[in-house]
């Protein structure tokens, strides 16, 4: 998840924080479904911060042996991130990955990178396409490891 703010006076896109994939997630080296739990809790607290200053503005994620180009899978995503999800008329995506991929991990050379912001209009030509996603076979794994421990636990009560 990617939270900042959008100015659309200079149609510049702010990233102030960079989230990993929550702990529902499933992802794998050829698979990612990007999870919920406490991804509003994360952008609320944000808002609250930041006076309402920051908000959601988009997602990433890596294409660690493919191109850094969208899949039609990412393209239905985004759709559903802007016209489903109530979150708002645009979001930007982010896509690492590419030949410089292994490059990056041995010595830190940039990996490629691909970005555009989804609107209504241009996320349009996804709908329709939406299928049901079968999940590779492999192993696969759990998100949330980039959060701290207990991180979306509920508190408990306290008691007065």
């Given amino acids: 998840m ?3 703010a959008i100015d659309d006076a200079t149609q510049i896109i702010n990233v102030d924080r960079v989230f990993g ?3 529902d997630s499933l992802l794998s080296d050829i698979y990612f479904r990007h999870g919920t739990v406490g991804t509003q809790e994360i952008v609320d607290e944000r808002r609250e911060a ?3 200053r920051q908000n959601f ?3 990433w994620h890596t294409h660690p042996w493919s191109q850094a180009a969208p899949s039609e899978t990412d393209d239905e995503g985004m759709w559903e ?3 489903l999800h109530g979150i708002g ?3 930007l995506m982010i896509i690492l990955g590419g030949d410089t991929w ?3 991990l041995r010595d830190g050379t940039d990996p490629s990178m691909y970005a555009r912001v989804s609107t209504l209009e241009r996320v349009t030509s996804a709908r329709g396409r939406a299928g049901s996603i079968v ?3 492999g192993r696969t794994f759990r998100g949330g490891f980039a959060y701290p421990e207990n991180f979306h636990a509920k508190p408990e009560a306290s008691v007065s």
Avoid: F, H, S, Y
């Fill in 81 to 83: 991130v802007v016209n």
């Fill in 135 to 137: 999940i590779p076979d």
């Fill in 50 to 52: 930041t006076r309402e």
């Fill in 102 to 104: 292994q490059q990056w």
């Fill in 21 to 23: 994939p929550p702990p």
């Fill in 2 to 4: 990617l939270l900042g």
């Fill in 89 to 91: 008329r645009r979001a």
């Fill in 57 to 59: 503005v988009g997602l």
